[in-house]
C-alpha cells in the first residue's frame, strides 16, 4: 500500500499535468483565433454598408430629425445625440418603412437643442 506522501505527490503530478494541458489548448485555441485572415474578420460586415450622419443642428425641442439611407438601402440600426446645457435625447428609433433613423430631444430651460442623427445602412 502507498503511503500518503507517495499518493499526495502522485496527485500533485497528476494535477500539474493536466493544468500544462489546459493550458496548451487554451494557448493553442488563442493562436488559432488570433490568426484568423483579415478577409474572415471582414466578412462580418454586411454588403453595402454605410454610416449615414446629419451633422448637429439646433432644433425646436421634441423636433424629430431624420437621417435617411441612400436609395435601395435598408437601415439596420442608429442612434443620435442631443446637445447643450440640460439636453436630453428622449427618442431613437428606425422610420416605419425601415430605410432610415429618427432622433428627437429636448433642453431644459430653452426652446431648442442640438440633435445629431446617425444610421447604419446596408443593401
Known amino acids: 500500500m502507498p503511503s500518503i506522501k507517495t499518493t499526495a505527490l502522485a496527485l500533485a503530478a497528476t494535477a500539474a499535468a493536466t493544468g500544462l494541458a489546459t493550458a496548451g489548448v487554451a494557448s493553442a485555441q488563442s ?5 484568423r485572415p483579415a478577409a474572415h474578420r471582414a466578412a462580418a460586415v454586411p454588403p453595402g ?10 432644433v425646436p425641442n421634441f423636433q424629430r430629425r431624420v437621417v435617411w439611407c441612400p436609395p435601395g438601402k435598408h437601415v439596420l440600426g442608429g442612434g443620435g445625440e442631443a446637445r447643450g446645457n440640460g439636453a436630453i435625447l428622449v427618442g431613437s428609433f ?10 428627437l430631444g429636448r433642453q431644459t430651460g430653452f426652446n431648442d437643442v442640438g440633435i445629431s442623427a446617425f444610421a447604419i445602412c446596408a443593401d
Open 31 to 35: 493562436a488559432q483565433s488570433s490568426s
Open 49 to 58: 454598408y454605410q454610416l449615414v450622419t446629419l451633422a448637429n443642428a439646433n
Open 94 to 103: 428606425p422610420t416605419d418603412d425601415a430605410r432610415g433613423w429618427i432622433v
